[in-house]
């Protein structure tokens, strides 16, 4: 059965501490893994799309990047701003139509 | 340009009873996913739309069923509510080429007593 596990569930920073969120994956044939940020009361919002292993994305502070069992977001010198669950999701199989998949997020703080 | 839109934003229940959400998707996307999310926890995937017919669905009883409109838009029915349907729902939209850039609305958040 297709799986997304994500660590820590939670993590607090001082503003300016790198670090990086985990998501482990087990699925029969990755299409896609992806990356959203949720704010609280809002719905997630996509931050990034990665196809294969060695595959690497940037965004600000934020880069994402996927090996062939696990993708990690790290984040470079964070600002209270960044504060937000992160979610990751994966997409199986070889359709579009394949459902997508989401672990159960990293809530992430950043003091000031 | 409009994104998603859900409504209600909020609504309270009892068991037993039944209740109807709606979505409108973005602008020019035609395939329309729901999500069921419980305090906490990732987003659960109900199912999707795409050209008015349920393509996939995921571990959720048939109490829960949908509906897609010719222009795209969808509705997210629950029958028989249970106290454990209390949850934020999501609609999320998509193009068919891309699926899995999905756009979420801000949600539905049910309680039911």
């Known amino acids: 059965e297709d799986q997304v596990t994500q660590s820590p569930e939670a993590l607090r920073l001082q503003e300016g501490e790198s670090s990086s969120l985990n998501c482990s994956y087990t699925?029969?044939?990755?299409?896609?893994l992806f990356w959203y940020r949720q704010d609280p009361g809002k719905g997630p919002e996509f931050l990034f799309t990665?196809?294969?292993a060695g595959e690497e994305k940037e965004k600000e502070r934020l880069k994402a990047t996927l090996t062939k069992k696990e993708s990690f977001l790290h984040i470079t010198a964070p600002k209270p701003e960044d504060s937000a669950t992160y979610l990751c999701a994966v997409q199986a199989g070889g359709s579009s139509a394949s459902k997508i998949i989401f672990g159960s997020g990293t809530r992430l703080s950043i003091r000031p | 340009d409009a994104g998603v839109t859900q409504s209600p934003t909020h609504l309270i229940k009892t068991r037993g009873q039944q209740v109807t959400l709606r979505c409108s998707p973005k602008?020019?996307?035609?395939?329309v996913s729901w999500y069921q999310q419980a305090l906490g926890q990732g987003p659960q995937f109900i199912f999707q739309y795409y050209e008015e017919e349920e393509r996939q669905r995921g571990n959720f009883p048939d109490r829960f069923s949908g509906h897609q409109f010719p222009n795209y838009s969808s509705e997210l029915n629950v029958n028989a509510l249970l106290l454990g349907d209390s949850a934020l729902y999501l609609c999320a939209s998509s193009s068919l080429s891309n699926t899995g850039e999905l756009f979420f609305g801000e949600g539905s958040r049910l309680t039911v007593l």
């Open positions: 602008s020019g996307h035609d395939t």
């Open positions: 990665l196809y294969s």
């Open positions: 699925v029969s044939g990755l299409r896609g």
